[in-house]
């Protein structure tokens, strides 16, 4: 079973479940989770919300992720689940997902060095990282918007999270790919896979045109 799972935050909430819970019908698709920060963890079923004990600002998504990434792999409700499609609460799913292939790890790859200040004026004040580059090293990975993990890649990440520091890799992305990375895990490359079946409703905010990540949103989601 497929597991498509939407990582939002508690000030974003009521929309995103009103918009998700809308496209999922259209879909005719069951298997979905919408994740917010809370101060206690818990699962609504009948709501499709997974609350996770979190920092719910932007520094702390690496720790939602992986949390959320956890609560799955060990809970009965998605004992079932072989597959997790991670989406942004901006992503519109156009498309099942019906053939993932043999990889543990889809995306579409970044393999450059991309904006160290991409977080700029996404954190909270009281983070100081609003002035403070991004200063660890890269490995390839797959853009956030939109990735794919197996169970052997959720086990990994569960199991490995340890690995890295997720207070200092605040790009939850990256942190994912450095995790399997460490675990002998490697992404392949499904942009044709992810193109078709994802888009944006809104904007991407592109700070630098000449990265490959401002190459990609610009053609899937025809920014000018």
Known sequence: MILYCFITHSLNLEKTVERVSKMMISLDVDNYVIVTGSDKTKYE????????????????????????FSF???????????????LDDDIKVVNKIK????????????????????HFGKCSEESGLNSQPYSLPYNPYCIGYGYILSRKALNAIVRNYKTIDSQKEFYEDLAVGKILYNSNIFPTNAKKLILRTFKSDDHINIQKP????????????NNK
Not at 99 to 118: M, T
């Open 45 to 68: 079923p009948n709501r499709k919300i997974l609350f996770i004990d979190c920092n719910d600002k932007y520094e702390g998504l690496t720790e939602k992720v992986i949390k959320t």
């Open 72 to 86: 799955i792999a060990n809970s009965n409700h998605f004992d079932k689940v072989t597959h997790i499609v991670k």
């Open 99 to 118: 053939n993932l292939g043999l990889s543990d790890y889809l995306g579409i790859i970044n393999a450059e060095e991309v904006n160290r200040e991409w």
């Open 210 to 221: 000449n990265n490959l990540i401002t190459r990609i949103f610009r053609k899937m989601f």
